[in-house]
């Protein structure tokens, strides 16, 4: 299994495409089926920290792989209940 990149205490727009291209270096690095990271230092986002865990999801899905999100803050799972894409999140 790869350890992606833990997510950053702060993920807006700004970081997001930073985070994504660190991500991906580090599943090219890898043959493992499988991906995981740790969500639980996250406490600054908007919108963007939903649309990168997406992006990542389609990426596991792309490379027929499962990757599994640790310590998603509340917070997050409730805005991606807001834009109605919560069953799409892994973990």
Same mark, same amino acid.
């Given at each position: 299994?790869?350890?992606?990149?833990?997510?950053?205490?702060?993920?807006?727009?700004?970081?997001?495409?930073?985070?994504?291209?660190?991500?991906?270096?580090?599943?090219?690095?890898?043959?493992?089926?499988?991906?995981? %990271?740790?969500?639980?230092?996250?406490?600054?986002?908007?919108?963007?920290?939903?649309?990168?865990?997406?992006?990542?999801?389609?990426?596991? %899905?792309?490379?027929?792989? &499962?990757?599994?999100?640790? =310590?998603?803050?509340?917070?997050?799972?409730?805005?991606?209940?807001?834009? =109605? &894409?919560?069953?799409?999140?892994? =973990?």
């Amino acid at each position: 299994m790869v350890q992606l990149p833990a997510l950053p205490a702060r993920l807006t727009h700004a970081e997001a495409q930073s985070y994504l291209a660190q991500c991906d270096a580090a599943w090219k690095a890898s043959d493992s089926a499988s991906a995981q %990271l740790d969500a639980s230092a996250l406490h600054d986002f908007d919108s963007s920290a939903v649309a990168v865990l997406l992006e990542l999801r389609r990426s596991a %899905l792309a490379r027929q792989s &499962v990757l599994e999100v640790h =310590g998603l803050p509340a917070r997050a799972r409730e805005l991606s209940t807001l834009y =109605g &894409v919560s069953e799409l999140l892994p =973990g």
